[in-house]
Every structure is written in C-alpha cells, then in structure tokens.
C-alpha cells in the first residue's frame, strides 16, 4: 500500500504542468422554470456569471400568470396528479457535466411542471444544483424529492432565495458559485449552529419580528434556538410550530446595525 501511494505521488509531480492545465472546462447548463419570473432572474445572474447555457422549460399551454388563477390550476393539477406537457427541450441534458435546476415552490415542492420533466428522465446519473424561490419554503423538501425521484441524481449544493428578498440573491449565488469552483473568490467559512436550546426573551423577539410581516406564519410559536455569528451579525436556526401548521425549521438572520431581522427559509 505505501509503495502504491508513493508511486502515485512521483506519477503526479512528474506530470506536465501544461497536461495539468488543460483540464476541459466543465459544460454547465442553467435549467429553470418560471411562471412570474422570479427564478428567471436567478437563472439569468447564474448563466451570466458562468457563461452556461441556459433554456426555460415551457408548458405547451401555457399557464396563467394571474396568481390566484394559476394557484387553482395547479391545485386541480396536483389532486388528478397531471404532468402538464411540456415542448421539447433546445438542449441535451446528456451533454452537461452539471445542471443548474431552478423552479418555484408550489405546495412544499417543485412546481408541477417540473414533475413532468423529473418524470421525464433526462436528469437520471447527472450532477444537479437544485434552486428555488418561495413566499417562505426553503429548498429542503424538493431536494430530498429530487433524490427520491431521480435515480443516481448527485446533488453537491443547493438553495432558494424567498421572492420577498431578491435583493440579496446574487450574495447567496455568488457563495454557491466560489463553493463549486466556477467564481473566484473566498467564502467565509460558516460556523455550525449552536445545540437547540430553550430560546431567550431576546431570541423569541427575533423570531417574532422575523414572521411578523408573513402573513402566512402568523400564530407560529418558537420552542427552540440556536446561532452563529458571521461577519454580518446572528443567523438563528429557530424550531418552531404553529402557523400552516406542524413542526419546521426558521432561518433567520439579525444583521449589525438598525436593520429589522428576516427570515431567509422555513423547511418542514
Ligand atoms: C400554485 C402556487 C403554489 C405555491 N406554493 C408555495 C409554497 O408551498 N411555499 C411557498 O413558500 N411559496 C409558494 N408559492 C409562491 C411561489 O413559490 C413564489 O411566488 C415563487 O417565487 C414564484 O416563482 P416564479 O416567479 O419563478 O414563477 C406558490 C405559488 C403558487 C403560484
């Protein structure tokens, strides 16, 4: 064994630079879908700071953008489990080395039409970055879906940005991109969360300014903290119950300075 490990290291150092250097680029393709285009606008960052390609995927009918309408087509669609169909994709997902996934959340997962292409096939053995934008969902559940529904997928990252703050997309795509070698720069190492521990008055008033202005999380209740602090201020992993209903994770950040705390992802 030593003597393997040896020779492997003279192979190496007697390697080229040159050969070393000409590594082919990695072939990164942006697919996404998008309904109001809000995943489009990340979709676009991603595809203009690689250079990928990109392709949306489209519904052969096409959907209502009307949020109301479109919340009880898919409704209708997801009881009768529809795969609504969808026009023939411009590019050969066989050719990527690595797939840039995007799409809303709808009800907890990637949205319907989504499932028609994960149905499809074409992303079985493929590298896949999954992304999505929410009201509130993080990426979690449909990740976990993805891995269930795809044989062989391999997932090395993945994240969502809520719609409520596009503002601070292109921070979470940059980490991701340096993460996966395809931006230069440095990421700040991350620290893990403190253990889960009964939260404090201030912690609970964070929480609570956090949801205050989501509707949908009203009446959620915390029942434990924990927190790093980055170079930006606190980030919290809140457990808390209530609101829609059921036990979920809250990620919230307190950034220094006057700036009210938000929410960056609740996964259930
Ligand atoms: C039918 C439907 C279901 C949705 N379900 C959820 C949900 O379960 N969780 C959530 O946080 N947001 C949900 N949303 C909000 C969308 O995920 C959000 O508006 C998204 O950013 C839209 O992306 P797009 O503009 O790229 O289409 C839903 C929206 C629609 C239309």
Redesign the pocket.
């Known amino acids: 064994m030593m003597l393997m490990a040896g020779m492997l290291v003279t192979a190496c150092a007697s390697k080229p630079k040159a050969e070393e250097a000409e590594e082919p680029a990695k072939k990164v393709l942006v697919l996404y879908?998008?309904?109001?285009?809000?995943?489009?606008q990340i979709a676009e960052y991603i595809q203009q700071k690689t250079g990928a390609d990109i392709e949306a995927i489209q519904t052969v009918e096409e959907l209502p953008t009307d949020?109301q309408e479109?919340?009880q087509l898919?409704?209708k669609m997801r009881e009768s489990n529809t795969l609504p169909e969808l026009k023939p994709l411009a590019h050969n997902v066989a050719d990527y080395d690595l797939i840039f996934f995007g799409?809303?959340?709808?009800?907890?997962t990637y949205?319907q039409p989504v499932k028609t292409l994960v149905a499809s096939g074409v992303l079985s053995g493929k590298t896949v970055v999954p992304f999505?934008?929410?009201?509130?969902?993080g990426v979690k559940e449909s990740a976990e879906n993805l891995k269930k529904d795809v044989p062989n997928i391999n997932i090395p990252e993945s994240f969502n940005v809520?719609?409520s703050l596009m503002d601070k997309m292109p921070a979470t795509v940059d980490r991701v991109l340096i993460s996966l070698g395809l931006m230069e720069g440095e990421n700040e190492v991350l620290a893990d969360y403190s253990a889960q521990q009964a939260p404090t008055a201030d912690e609970t008033a964070i929480f609570d300014a956090a949801i205050s202005t989501y509707p949908m999380m009203k009446g959620a209740k915390v029942i434990s903290a924990g927190s790093r602090t980055t170079s930006k201020g606190t980030d919290y992993k809140f457990v808390a119950e209530g609101g829609m209903g059921g036990t979920m994770d809250v990620y919230v950040t307190k950034e220094n300075g006057d700036v009210a705390p938000y929410f960056t992802a609740?996964d259930r």
């Not at 799409?103 to 907890?108: A, K, L, R, S």
């Not at 999505?132 to 969902?137: A, D, K, L, Y």
């Open positions: 879908y998008s309904v109001t285009n809000t995943t489009k949020y479109l919340l898919s409704g799409y809303p959340i709808w009800f907890g949205a999505c934008t929410s009201g509130s969902s809520r719609a609740v």
